[in-house]
């Protein structure tokens, strides 16, 4: 298996680019379903979810071309068999957009239960609430979840809590329905304005998304568009804790700053300076950082997926930080990891940790247990002094475009190695 071999305590300095948001092209990309023509898409980023995506569509019969390594275009016209395989999509939580999707288009839809991080309990019952209350009946048998609708109503989905994957699958399955559908209590995600504004660039007729309140009126037809996909906030978010963390000196290119204003807010609490200019974002720091408190909330909140980077820098802020993540029930599976570096870091229930900053953290072999895991060790690993393993690396490589390159040309000595080269060369 393949690790991160990285030596830390080297400031990170230069510039980087930010690649396209994987949370809303694994929506995009399945949204090529309900489209009645060809679409190219632009800025996907180059991961492995992105890949299975595609893998998806191919084995259910759309002609897929790989323009270039951020540019597919999809023709769906050839999927007749609206049946996901089941080892593909049972691997991550981006395959229950299959279920909106091919729900609106075919009014069916076979599809494995969602995988993803284990970030403790993550149901769909909003999802299937949403699909009930258009007219589809669903059941779930042998781990896979069929839906049929005769047919799809507009109609009102008020969601008892805000969920991003509901809202968009609300939204997948009302776009070609019949009338007027109101959602209420709506996420308001960056991906969720960046998936309505690709549907309408189409033809559809969506408004408010963003808001709470999205109103979606069905439309028959969905014509081929070339669409680019918004950068990722959450791996611009990376790089500026990173900088930060390393006492730094980053320009984050190719960004949306007004996605980034609770990451930006905290960081400067914490001490960082962080200048926002139109399309690029600069972070530095100097001197130990500060303790800061964070609740995750919904957008625009502080993201749940900064909160496991947020906390690593917290490791060695001067003083004790309060870090509750209010989305998932169980988001502090890398502490025993971060522990292994040094971080003194208690568990006061499973959504608080307490972080009582020291000096500094030392090299470890640590384990990454999901993605933003997996990247805030690999903080841990910049920021610790020697030598650092990070090991799982699949999970990062999942989110995160060329994690390692763009690290080490910001000056970072991050290398990829196999489980033989590691031992030969952490001596
Ligand atoms: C999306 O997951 C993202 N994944 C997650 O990013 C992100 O953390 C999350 O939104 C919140 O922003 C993708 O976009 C592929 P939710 P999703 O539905 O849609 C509960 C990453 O690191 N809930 O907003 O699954 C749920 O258990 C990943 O990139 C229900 O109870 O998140 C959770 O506690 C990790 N019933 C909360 O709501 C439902 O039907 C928020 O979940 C749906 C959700």
Do not use: W
């Not at 019969?61 to 790989?66: L, P, Q, T, V």
């Not at 204003?261 to 399309?279: W, Y």
Request: hydrophobic share 40%; glycine share 10%; aromatic share 6%.
């Amino acid at each position: 298996m393949e690790k991160f071999l990285i030596r830390g305590g080297i400031p990170l300095r230069g510039e980087v680019t930010i690649s396209g948001a994987k949370n809303a092209a694994v929506a995009i990309v399945a949204a090529t379903i309900l489209s009645d023509e060809p679409c190219v898409l632009e800025n996907v980023p180059e991961i492995r979810d992105i890949n299975v995506c595609i893998k998806i569509l191919y084995e259910m019969g759309a002609s897929i071309k790989i323009i270039d390594k951020n540019t597919v275009r999809v023709d769906p016209r050839g999927i007749s068999d609206p049946v996901v395989p089941y080892e593909l999509a049972r691997a991550f939580r981006a395959s229950s957009y299959f279920l909106g999707t091919l729900l609106g288009r075919f009014h069916r839809a076979d599809v494995p239960m969602p995988g993803g991080c284990d970030l403790g309990d993550r149901p769909i019952d909003q999802h299937l609430k949403a699909f009930n209350i258009l007219g589809a009946s669903h059941s779930i048998d042998g781990g896979v979840v069929s839906l049929r609708a005769e047919q799809l109503v507009g109609s009102q989905i008020y969601f008892d809590l805000v969920t991003v994957g509901g809202t968009i699958n609300a939204i997948f399955a009302a776009v070609k329905a019949d009338g007027l559908t109101v959602i209420e209590n709506a996420a308001k995600e960056p991906q969720i304005v960046d998936v309505a504004n690709f549907l309408n660039s189409m033809g559809a007729d969506i408004m408010g998304a963003g808001t709470d309140v999205i109103k979606i009126r069905g439309v028959k037809y969905l014509k081929g568009v070339t669409y680019g996909i918004i950068p990722d906030p959450i791996e611009a978010g990376t790089y500026m804790v990173a900088a930060a963390a390393t006492k730094g000196d980053v320009l984050i290119k190719g960004v949306i700053p007004k996605h980034l204003e609770s990451i930006t807010d905290k960081l400067r609490k914490a001490g960082a300076s962080v200048e926002e200019f139109d399309e690029a974002i600069h972070v530095h720091a100097e001197g130990r950082l500060m303790k800061t408190n964070i609740k995750t909330q919904v957008h625009p909140g502080f993201p749940t997926d900064m909160q496991p980077q947020f906390s690593t820098m917290l490791s060695t802020a001067e003083g004790v930080s309060v870090v509750t993540d209010n989305i998932f029930t169980n988001r502090f599976r890398y502490v025993n990891e971060l522990r292994r570096l040094g971080a003194n870091i208690t568990s006061e229930s499973s959504t608080t940790v307490i972080i009582e900053g020291v000096p500094e953290l030392s090299g470890a072999t640590v384990k990454a247990t999901d993605l933003r895991a997996g990247a805030a060790l690999v903080i841990g690993g910049l920021m610790a002094n020697g030598t650092t393993v990070v090991e799982d690396i699949f999970h990062i490589e999942r989110g995160y475009e060329n994690i390692d390159d763009k690290l080490r040309s910001l000056g970072a000595d991050i290398r990829r190695v196999n489980d033989y080269d590691s031992g030969r060369m952490a001596v």
